[in-house]
């Protein structure tokens, strides 16, 4: 008995340790992680010419100011650029993870015979470098007029070997094949078992890379530079690298670095929003019964 | 869940075609709509009184011009001062030039000129000094001459050079004009030499040798001469006698840019410089009031692009800044507008030339309301005679007048298509030699392999 | 495992009837492929056997040339240093320095995040602040990097005013200080990326097994290694793999960072640096499709090593 109540003191004072020198580590981590946002913050107040004298630690009362001639830049239209980049960062997302988990589920779920020869393919083709192709990419959207349209954006999602590799790793450790053999005795068709079966159980994997898909797509600017001409379709990764191309008379680096911050704004809610869905997973136990 | 994300799916698609549909809509729409009417007749009326342009109405021509660009900056003065004929919808294509983007998407239009539909090809593009030659040097630009700008006496000569091809076809012109001067400190060339006077200045810096004897001397007294090493390296290159490559491709090194490599490894060992590129924060940092450095190089535009310091409230040091030729004439920067062969606009192409070169109401606009040197001589000279003009920022100099003689002086000889990518090359591999982390052989070495990387047609040593 | 306990006669109807979903689960991802990435993928490949550039405008080749491009590769210069190995060591150098601390601390995070025990407050604050780097473009990121550590930045600065320095250090012109500062940004950027994945393949686990664990007096360690890491396998295989294939492809810090010179000497020049020197400017695609495959090689073998060795202890 009384070793016992030595053993939980011990214990409680091992928790209380461990958790003081995690946090320490969290706010450690934070500071560094926050730290060039804050950066981003104070430039994003400053003027072009007080830029050019290099760093300040404090913000400067330009903030509003930089705002304004950002919004109002007659080159560049923000709130468009936000809407174009989020239907394609969108349905990028949507249709990479969903067809990646048809994928992965299509080759953990059943047998067949080009199973194998078939995972090791697209394990081939994740490891090819993207620059190279990408030129080769453009080249094809020029052949088949395939610019000014956001398909070839869009649509190239659908095969995302990385996305789909996670599914399947994922899959291999959380999903046990007896809930399939068990929604198939009940008499589930396949794609009613995989959609309302198997996909809720893979909530926490599908907001994980609905999340890295919808920021890849939204950051990405060299395709869509090379595709894209119509003012109106820009994206917003176009838009900086406009504002930063800028003639000298209307260069503003205040104006870049606001914009810069502004276009973190949608990614940040989206993450927050995506994020609520990566809780503990049902127990395998439950769903069984 | 699948219904959510099927409709979510669905919505998204179609705000995608939309959008694209929208926009064919919007460009193609809004002009055409107003040209049936009587007006055609006006057109032809004006258009008879430009002596260049020959009889052609603008219906004979495209009726889309597309013009490539990387920024705003011309589309501005053409939207101001530019008469579109009557009928034909201007469409700006404008990719940045960061990644190289814009070259990228520029070659790959041009490449497929011949096969685009006559609403896709390109009309007219924008070109800025340091790649010129990859455009003007190829078939896919045209004899100006044959469309109708054959005036060029008041223009400056290194803006034709520059937009010829080896054999003197003129393939475009320039609107603006970028004369460089040496931008020195006032105070500190009081200190250094006794004088801030432009001429007397320029009267103690006019060769490379009372150059550098004079950067000793603002060495002893605790100045820089220059803020980078490389700040001297553009009036050499624009001063060179022989191109980068012989004519079999070998690449040989100018003894120009070999006086600036030795001068950029003495300058850096002797404390007289910073061992840093141009646009460095370190360079800039020079400018404040405190900042030790006495000379910079570069046009006009460097004041406001570059200067932002030196026209800081508190820390810089406004108007204590003045120019003079230096040791040798060069200029820097400037945007030339290119015929693409293949245009179906060629009257419009001329058109929009001559009005940039040759129209003195357009150039004078240009000076007065925009802040440009133009290219045209006399209009630049009137302004330089204004007595009353004086710049701020140089102390009350006259910097129009200095530029329109600095101007005249300009040669745009023995370039490669190489020449950008092989100065910035030389310059960076060079840096680390001049700090030392790096021996001249390594140096060497590197810049080679930088070359062989870039260009497999040149032979390196 | 379960198969043993089904009838047989089961099994063998469901392997034949259900055979067919399989290919057309697979069906969408391949005809995507086979419309947009398979073209331009093979052609990489083939260019590599060509003599393909453009000089100026003007197009050269393809010429069929065979295996000149990667005997150019792997052809020493003249002080006898083979540049595509010192790239392939640059990178693996740069890599290691910023995967080891990615992995081992985002598997502390993740479990942190997870643990029953420490039930850490302001989660989803930590969660998103951790993630915050990775969704500044890299470009962006790499200018606020320069700005801070340039000569004339806080960082000497403050080791100036400190009396620890006399002249500023030139951050971007040591080999370690370069190497380190891409290391650091590259980890900055990507661990908060690792951690979710892993928590998220945490929680994925069957949380009974927790329970039980915990019912049994088992210590964290225990449940760590016990539960967590064997569970885990999968997804700490991919996400090992995964910073492997990103890690061999790093580009765009080391590229802005340098301004595409690797300073000093090279020596932070990456691969795909290398690669893009050659595509950029001459639209070289032999020798940049040649070194692709080089990287395609290497992280192949790489790859196969780790996933090899992590499932053998797998199964152990």
């Known amino acids: 008995m009384k070793k016992n109540s030595a053993d939980s003191r011990k214990a409680r004072v091992m928790l209380t340790l461990s958790r003081v020198l995690v946090y320490a580590l969290l706010i450690f981590i934070s500071i560094l992680c926050l730290f060039s946002f804050y950066m981003l913050i104070i430039n994003a107040s400053r003027t072009n010419a007080d830029l050019q004298g290099g760093f300040k630690a404090l913000p400067q009362g330009h903030f509003l100011e930089n705002l304004k001639n950002a919004w109002n830049d007659s080159s560049i239209n923000i709130p468009r650029g936000m809407l174009n980049s989020f239907v394609i960062a969108a349905a990028t997302a949507i249709l990479s993870t969903y067809f990646s988990a048809l994928t992965a589920y299509g080759l953990h779920a059943y047998q067949f015979k080009l199973k194998r020869i078939t995972f090791l393919f697209i394990m081939a083709v994740m490891v090819i470098p993207k620059q190279v192709s990408a030129a080769g990419f453009v080249q094809l959207c020029y052949k088949l007029k395939l610019t000014n349209s956001y398909l070839p954006l869009i649509l190239p999602g659908i095969a995302a070997p990385v996305v789909f590799f996670y599914m399947i790793q994922y899959m291999k450790s959380v999903l046990p094949m007896e809930i399939v053999e068990a929604a198939r005795v009940d008499g589930s068709g396949e794609f009613f078992t995989f959609n309302r079966i198997v996909l809720p159980m893979l909530k926490p994997a599908i907001s994980v890379q609905l999340i890295f898909t919808f920021v890849e797509s939204w950051n990405n600017y060299f395709l869509p530079a090379l595709l894209l001409d119509k003012a109106e379709m820009k994206t917003v990764p176009i838009m900086i690298a406009q504002l930063r191309a800028a003639d000298y008379s209307k260069f503003d680096l205040g104006k870049v670095y606001m914009f810069i911050l502004l276009a973190i704004l949608p990614v940040l809610l989206v993450y927050i929003f995506l994020s609520r869905y990566i809780v503990k997973g049902v127990t395998a136990g439950s769903v069984k019964g | 869940m699948k219904k959510y994300l099927a409709l979510l799916l669905a919505v998204l698609m179609l705000t995608a075609m939309f959008a694209g549909c929208a926009s064919k809509e919007t460009t193609t729409d809004t002009p055409a709509a107003s040209t049936e009417t009587a007006e055609p007749a006006k057109t032809e009326e004006t258009k008879s009184e430009e002596p260049a342009a020959e009889e052609a109405p603008a219906s004979e021509e495209g009726k889309v011009f597309n013009i490539y660009a990387w920024n705003e900056e011309f589309k501005g003065f053409f939207e101001k001062y530019y008469t579109v004929p009557e009928g034909v919808t201007v469409n700006w294509i404008i990719t940045p030039s960061a990644d190289g983007a814009y070259q990228d998407k520029l070659d790959e239009a041009l490449l497929n000129q011949e096969s685009a539909s006559a609403d896709d090809k390109v009309d007219l593009f924008l070109a800025e000094a340091d790649y010129i030659l990859k455009y003007t040097q190829s078939p896919v630009t045209q004899d100006i001459t044959a469309l109708g700008v054959t005036d060029f006496s008041n223009t400056y000569a290194y803006t034709v050079q520059a937009a010829s091809d080896a054999s003197g076809v003129v393939k475009g012109v320039s609107f603006q004009c970028c004369p460089a001067a040496l931008i020195y400190r006032r105070s500190i060339a009081k200190d250094v030499l006794g004088t801030d006077d432009p001429a007397e200045v320029q009267e103690k810096l006019n060769s490379w040798e009372k150059f550098n004897a004079v950067a000793a001397e603002a060495k002893a007294k605790g100045y820089l001469m220059t803020a980078s090493e490389a700040a001297t390296y553009r009036v050499f290159s624009n001063n060179v006698t022989s191109p980068w490559v012989d004519e079999n491709n070998n690449l040989q090194i100018d003894s120009a840019i070999q006086t600036w490599m030795q001068q950029a490894k003495d300058f850096s060992d002797n404390g007289y410089t910073q061992d840093c590129d141009i646009w460095s924060d370190e360079c800039t940092a020079q400018m404040f009031k405190d900042g030790k450095a006495m000379c910079y190089f570069g046009p006009a535009w460097y004041f406001n692009f570059s200067m932002g310091n030196a026209q800081d409230a508190e820390k810089g040091c406004f108007g204590d800044w003045a120019i003079c030729e230096g040791p040798q004439a060069h200029f820097w920067g400037g945007t030339w507008l290119l015929a693409p062969a293949g245009t179906d606009n060629p009257t419009m192409v001329a058109d929009i030339m001559n009005t940039f070169i040759n129209n003195e109401e357009v150039c004078t606009n240009l000076v007065k309301n925009e802040a440009q040197f133009s290219n045209n001589q006399k209009v630049n000279e009137l302004v330089a005679q204004d007595e009353s003009y004086g710049s701020d920022f140089l102390g009350g100099q006259n910097d129009i007048a200095l530029f329109c003689d600095l101007a005249k002086n300009i040669k745009f000889e023995n370039n490669t298509i190489y020449d950008q990518l092989l100065n910035e090359g030389l310059q960076a591999n060079w840096r680390e030699y001049c700090k030392g982390t790096v021996t001249e052989d390594e140096a060497m070495s590197n810049f080679y392999k930088y070359i062989n990387e870039k260009y497999p047609t040149i032979v390196t040593p | ?316």
Not at chain 3, 103 to 110: E, F, R, Y
Not at chain 3, 231 to 249: K, R, S
């Open chain 3, 1 to 316: 495992m379960q198969t043993t306990k089904a009838p047989k006669l089961k099994t063998k109807r469901s392997k034949i009837s259900y055979a067919k979903w399989g290919y057309i689960f697979i069906a969408p991802f391949f005809l995507a492929y086979a419309l947009f990435h398979f073209a331009p993928q093979m052609l990489t490949i083939y260019n590599s056997f060509f003599e393909n550039y453009r000089e100026g405008l003007t197009q050269v080749g393809p010429n069929f040339v065979g295996l000149k491009n990667y005997i150019t590769l792997f052809t020493p210069d003249k002080n006898g240093t083979i540049d595509i190995l010192k790239y392939a060591g640059n990178t693996i150098v740069l890599w290691l320095g910023c995967a080891v601390p990615q992995v081992v601390i985002s598997l502390m995070l993740a479990c942190f995040f997870t643990s029953y025990r420490l039930k850490i407050r302001g989660q989803q604050f930590f969660k998103t602040v951790i993630y915050m780097p990775n969704l500044i473009m890299a470009s962006a990121f790499s200018m606020l990097f320069y700005m801070l550590f340039s000569n004339v930045g806080p960082v000497n600065q403050l080791l100036t005013q400190a009396g620890w320095i006399d002249a500023p250090i030139d951050f971007f012109n040591i080999r370690f200080t370069v190497r380190s500062l891409i290391s650091l940004m590259n980890f900055l950027m990507w661990f908060g990326n690792t951690t979710i994945l892993l928590m998220a393949g945490i929680m994925g686990i069957d949380q009974s097994l927790f329970e039980a664990a915990n019912i049994d007096g088992a210590t964290s360690l225990q449940v760590f290694f016990k539960v967590t890491l064997p569970l885990l396998m999968p997804i700490l295989v991919y996400t090992v793999i995964t910073a492997l294939i990103g890690g061999l492809q790093m580009f765009d810090v080391p590229q802005v960072l340098t301004n595409g010179l690797g300073t000093p000497n090279r020596s932070s020049t990456t691969l795909v640096m290398y690669l893009n020197n050659y595509l950029k400017t001459s639209k070289n695609y032999g020798m940049s499709g040649a070194i692709s495959v080089v990287i395609f090689i290497i992280t192949g073998l790489l790859s196969l090593v780790v996933f090899k060795s992590l499932t053998k202890q797998e199964e152990n």
